[in-house]
């Protein structure tokens, strides 16, 4: 069993910065992908960005690409998003994942090659 706690969310207006953190308990955290997702009032949850095990790879949707950055402390068990010149379009539930089992050649982005999920933590950002 992996557990996982998504903290610092929070509301910002357009333009800001937040960094949310997902501490990470159970299965031995550096051996594995970690993602983070978001869901929109009214919409489905979508990818948004992912690292595998080393931090030493990483992948983002094109809506993020340039102003968000997802990294790992393996020696902390937490995965970390920086998300930077924030928009309103970004406003959301923010879900940390964990992709144990998942072996694929390419990054795991959709939710069925993730595993364990936290509750998620909001993110509002103001125009």
């Known amino acids: 069993q992996v557990q996982l706690v998504e903290s610092g969310g929070g509301s910002v207006q357009a333009g800001g910065s937040l960094r949310l953190s997902c501490a990470v308990s159970g299965r031995t955290f550096s051996m594995y992908a970690m993602g983070w997702f978001r869901q929109a009032p009214g919409k489905v949850r979508e990818f948004v960005a992912t690292?595998?095990?080393?931090?030493?790879?990483?992948y983002y949707a094109g809506s993020v690409k340039g102003r968000f950055t997802i990294s790992r402390d393996n020696a902390k068990n937490t995965v970390y998003l920086q998300m930077n010149s924030l928009k309103p379009e970004d406003t959301a539930n923010y879900y940390c994942?964990?992709?144990?089992?998942?072996?694929?050649?390419?990054?795991?982005?959709?939710?069925?090659?993730?595993?364990?999920w936290g509750q998620g933590t909001q993110v509002t950002v103001s125009s």
């Open positions: 690292i595998n095990w080393s931090g030493g790879s990483t």
């Open positions: 994942a964990a992709s144990v089992y998942y072996r694929g050649m390419v990054y795991p982005l959709g939710e069925s090659t993730y595993d364990y």
